[in-house]
């Protein structure tokens, strides 16, 4: 059996990706790590770190990125199917540049891929998600947070990235462009495997947070959005932090040097309104800080409804 790890990249050291640790993290599972590197900024020295993992595992292919083609966070998507058109293993491991593996989850993730490598009614292996927010040691994982995503998927051409990269579904006759279609396409058949990712996407210093914020409007929801954004406070503010849940576990060895640096304590708050600066995000809204609540008291944390990109099979 062969694993293979995948992502995509751009602009990413500047904006406080862990992408090293990502990478790290997918190594020791993988027999080869490719990454659709994108053109980024005259500054981006994304390559520069990738080389300077000195594995010979990772290779790079080099991409350029077309909003007008493919427009809100398709092109995370196309770029995500570039990387796993080129991977050659049975199973095929995605992480985003922000998302890390613990080394305690390997022998899951391994023992799971061989079992099912031959049973063709698994396209893929869903993994729990620990969202973290702010800093290191408070996340979510309920209604406004998928608690769940695909990471590993079967290495089959009718398997593409989804949307804007966040799931995989599988769309027979893809004519590689319209990634937020759904007619003629289904859900992936998975597994539930209990290991966890953890995404650091949430843990940046404010004002690159607000940039990523930023890049982000520009990417998914165009020019204008990004320009009336950008009118906001320049810092980012988490809003109230007792809002999330307090993480209690270990994180992944791969950041042990990385959390030591975080030095933005002093901008995180746990009284006061629940935004300042900024428009209100999901969580922060009344109906769902409700919904999230009856989550938490009634239902040990289990999500009610929302969206579900997955049949997850019975083992």
């Not at 020791?28 to 594995?55: M, T």
């Not at 990109?309 to 019975?314: A, E, R, S, T």
Request: charged share 30%; hydrophobic share 30%.
């Amino acid at each position: 059996m062969k694993i293979s790890g995948f992502t995509f990249l751009r602009n990413t050291s500047k904006l406080y990706y862990p992408i090293l640790e990502s990478i790290q993290s997918a190594l020791p599972l993988v027999d080869e790590f490719v990454v659709a590197l994108g053109k980024g900024d005259d500054d981006d020295d994304s390559e520069e770190k990738l080389r300077s993992l000195g594995s010979d595992k990772i290779k790079i292919i080099h991409t350029v990125w077309d909003a007008d083609k493919y427009p809100r966070g398709m092109e995370y998507a196309h770029q995500t199917d570039i990387a796993k058109e080129a991977c050659s293993g049975d199973w095929l491991l995605y992480l985003q540049g922000d998302e890390v593996i613990h080394e305690e989850d390997y022998p899951e993730i391994v023992s799971k891929c061989n079992r099912y490598l031959d049973d063709k009614r698994v396209d893929g292996f869903l993994f729990n998600y620990y969202h973290f927010y702010g800093d290191y040691d408070h996340y979510f994982r309920d209604h406004c947070w998928y608690p769940c995503e695909i990471r590993i998927v079967r290495n089959d051409l009718d398997l593409h990235s989804f949307k804007d990269a966040q799931s995989f579904r599988r769309i027979p006759n893809f004519d590689g462009i319209s990634y937020r279609e759904k007619e003629g396409t289904s859900k992936l058949n998975v597994i539930k495997l209990q290991a966890n990712v953890y995404h650091y996407g949430w843990v940046r210093p404010p004002k690159l947070m607000f940039k990523k914020c930023t890049y982000f409007y520009n990417w998914n929801k165009g020019k204008d959005s990004a320009n009336e954004y950008a009118k906001y406070a320049q810092e980012y503010d988490y809003g109230r932090m007792d809002y999330c849940m307090p993480f209690k576990g270990t994180h992944p060895g791969v950041m042990a040097a990385r959390i030591p640096k975080l030095d933005w304590e002093a901008s995180l708050r746990f009284s006061g309104p629940p935004v300042i600066g900024r428009p209100k995000a999901k969580h922060e809204k009344l109906k769902y800080r409700l919904i999230i609540l009856m989550e938490r008291i009634f239902f040990g944390g289990r999500t009610l409804g929302g969206y579900k990109n997955y049949n997850v099979l019975k083992r």
